[in-house]
């Protein structure tokens, strides 16, 4: 099984990244804000790449079961029903609901990798989920880590740690043989130097410190969780839902 | 002194790079190649985006005192004189030379950076001199590894290992204080895992595997040689020269 990472979506187009087996990792917020609100019985979420998109396709659907969430700048968008902290996120705010979701970086991701063969969300809160499931379909992979628009060279440190704890934790698994891009290897190398505690890499990080700043430090220790939501967020028919095993046996047709 | 750092060119313009003091890094092969040639008595480096800006420009120059210079994986362009192995920019070849020099990435990465305050080309080999010009600058800069263009992420592993070895040379120095983005933390991580043998990195790389199965094996020593020509490649207008100390006092205005 080879694997490929990039650093950040930037470069890609959709066209480029059809087919492929991908998983989008955007550690602060997005990846664990899906994660939670479909573990919180979320119907589906619904990535799109700007807030005109989010509009549009939220002006076609019916308002009650639809919610709009998502960020710019950290903030809640004007017009949205949510931000983009997991703490809003729980049962009572999304049992049920689609949700059309924006962020700056990791909804972009997700609606870049529409035409994915298999698109998955990762995060430090279903990472042995998400290792498990690679594991079990054996195939190659490209990690996109989501990144920060038009910051530290559209590099986020947490996302390449959470890539690298994952290619480690796969590496371990005697059963599947791995080659792993230069890039690959470099999240590998950046897990273990960084890596030895997720919640202080978190709060040192750009985006960490950032979100602080802004009242949201008790998200850090949510997303610093590991392991702590085991499900996985899969596409299916362009919506991202919780995976459940029957659906897989369709997907992998 | 903030550090910050790209893994990649490919999100940036020309327009965002404007008024910064730019290192541009491409170990394999162009800053490598641009700082022989220049060393070896060539008059100038002019580095173009695309093969037709290369034609475009030559058209307009007289054929004896100018040359063109460049690849497409790893390969000499149709038409042009040279190819991009510092070893044909010897100085018979280039002195007294302009040289149109178009690559994959490194001379893509030069032509955004255009409009910088300070633009230099960084290297192994140059990599003490271009420490030392920068601590002499005490500026804010940014590091812009040139990558690979649709290809580990667009990742260069021997960009980043050269990033953070100038990082932790910079960092020695006690007069100047430094302050890292994430991506430069990165890049420092980087250099402790990879850079103990500049080689043997360069043999594993992805990058440095394709250029010996082309022939070009020796290149990779040549690359590798830690400040083995301590000059410094310097724009001043729109074209890379060898930076001597009476220029920095004109560009520095």
Not at 29 to 50: D, F, K, M, Y
Not at 81 to 92: D, I, R, T, V
Request: charged content about 20%; hydrophobic content about 45%.
């Amino acid at each position: 099984m080879k694997i490929d990472l990039s650093f950040n979506a930037a470069q890609f187009d959709d066209l480029q990244l059809r087919d492929k087996t991908i998983v989008v990792i955007d550690v602060l917020r997005a990846s664990s804000t899906i994660t939670v609100a479909l573990n919180n019985g979320a119907r589906e979420i619904i990535p799109v790449a700007s807030i005109e998109s989010a509009v549009k396709i939220s002006g076609s659907l019916f308002g009650e079961v639809t919610l709009r969430g998502g960020e710019r700048n950290g903030q809640m968008i004007d017009g949205f029903n949510l931000g983009n902290s997991p703490l809003e996120y729980n049962e009572s705010a999304v049992k049920g609901k689609s949700i059309i979701y924006c962020t700056t970086n990791g909804s972009v991701a997700m609606a870049k990798s529409r035409y994915a063969r298999v698109l998955i969300v990762g995060s430090f809160l279903n990472l042995s989920a998400v290792v498990d499931f690679l594991s079990g379909e054996n195939k190659d992979f490209l990690i996109i880590c989501a990144g920060r628009l038009n910051t530290s060279g559209n590099f986020s440190l947490e996302d390449a740690v959470c890539a690298g704890m994952m290619i480690q934790k796969l590496m371990k698994n005697e059963s599947v043989e791995v080659i792993l891009s230069d890039s690959a290897k470099a999240a590998y190398a950046l897990h273990k130097s960084f890596g030895r505690s997720i919640l202080k890499m978190l709060k040192n990080s750009e985006h960490g410190k950032y979100l602080a700043e802004i009242g949201f430090v008790e998200d850090l220790k949510i997303c610093a969780a590991v392991d702590s939501v085991p499900v996985i967020p899969i596409q299916i028919e362009s919506k991202i839902k919780l995976r459940i095993k029957e659906e897989l046996a369709v997907v992998s047709v």
